[in-house]
């Protein structure tokens, strides 16, 4: 088993150096995005327009050779433009189903709060069980299917934020900030050399890994051991985020699970086959930042999400 661990761990290794190539300064959001890859977990990208954001899933679809859609959500998009729908056939006298673009691999949902209610909540069955109800007809959706959805942090006239229930299907709420003046450089440079994200089919990137990889990959994160003090460490912090006096919401069961999950994939990631406290702290951040709400008063002394995030770490004791 550990070889087989060895063998993948490198072929990931291989996606990260290559992703962080092409987006450069962006190592954090590259390793975060891996993890819920491979956990099977939606994730939120939220930041300022041109960090990279679309470019990055682009990329790591091409780099997996999974299939991959784009929606760009605005205020007039319906449930049925992302689902699909029945249309009736006058040569056949019958519908013929037109599946929408959530019949993918990799769904890449732009600008996700900006399209109303409604139709953010035609995502929840896709995301949670993996199957779309259409006409009282159930259909599975891809193995692998992934959702990623974008939003922009600066905005928010016109806009509509995600309701609770939703946000709670995304594993990860990821926050892309500028890239450091070297690694701006960089891009700059690429550019000089002729870098255009808006033709990655000149890049010529080359695939290194497949769907099938990526599921395999998944089912060797599952035997990663973790030891009840991990678990109990999980569940203290989780309870504590409840009894927060800071905090109208705690974290759910659902994050829970998610949280082991998770630990699990970043161990692994890591070569190893355990799963260790600083696996648990290291993904607190992206797992909870959109799953905790903070009480009125809390949000008027501007406490931010990630500093009660950070102050619960301190305050549950650490598993020896």
Same mark, same amino acid.
């Given at each position: ?13 291989r ?10 300064g ?5 390793q975060?995005?891996?993890? +819920?890859l ?17 470019l ?19 205020p ?16 056949t ?53 992934w959702?990623i ?24 709420? &990821?926050v ?22 808006? !033709?990655l089919?000149?890049? !010529?990137?080359?695939?290194?890994a ?40 705690? +974290?759910?069961? !659902?994050?829970?699970?998610?949280w ?37 008063? +809390?949000?008027?002394?501007? &406490?931010?999400?990630d ?12 598993? !020896?």
């Open positions: 088993m550990k070889d087989a661990i060895d063998i993948d761990n490198t072929l990931f290794n996606l990260s150096q290559t992703l962080s190539k092409v987006i450069v962006q190592s954090s959001l590259v975060q995005l891996l993890v +819920a491979l956990s099977g977990g939606h994730v939120i990208i939220e930041g300022v327009p041109g960090t990279g954001k679309t990055t899933v682009k990329v790591l679809a091409q780099l997996i050779q999974a299939d991959f859609r784009r929606v760009q959500l605005t007039d998009i319906l449930p049925s433009d992302i689902l699909g729908t029945n249309i009736f056939d006058m040569g006298r019958g519908f013929t189903l037109k599946k929408g673009p959530v019949f993918t691999e990799i769904l890449l949902a732009d600008e996700i709060n900006r399209t109303p209610p409604k139709t953010q909540a035609a995502l929840l069955e896709a995301m949670e069980e993996q199957q779309v109800t259409l006409d009282g007809e159930t259909l599975p959706l891809s193995e692998l299917f959702a959805a974008t939003q922009n942090s600066l905005e928010f006239e016109g806009t509509y934020p995600l309701p609770e229930a939703q946000l709670d299907r995304f594993l990860f709420k &990821l892309v900030d500028y890239p450091n003046a070297a690694a701006e450089k960089q891009m700059l440079l690429n550019s000089q050399a002729g870098f255009r994200p808006k !033709r089919d000149l890049v !010529r990137i080359k695939p290194l497949t769907v099938e990889q990526i599921l395999s990959a998944r089912k060797a994160v599952q035997a990663v051991k973790v030891e009840d003090k991990v678990i109990d460490y999980v569940l203290a912090l989780v309870q504590r985020t409840r009894q927060h006096p800071d905090l109208a919401l705690g +974290a759910s069961p !659902r994050s829970a699970v998610a082991l999950q998770s630990t699990k994939a970043q161990a692994w990631l890591a070569g190893r086959d355990y799963v260790t406290p600083d696996d648990v702290k290291d993904i607190a951040l992206p797992l909870l930042r959109h799953r905790l709400i903070l009480k009125p008063e +809390a949000q008027f002394d501007y &406490l931010q999400i500093a009660v995030i950070a102050s619960l770490l301190k305050q549950v004791a650490v598993p !020896r």
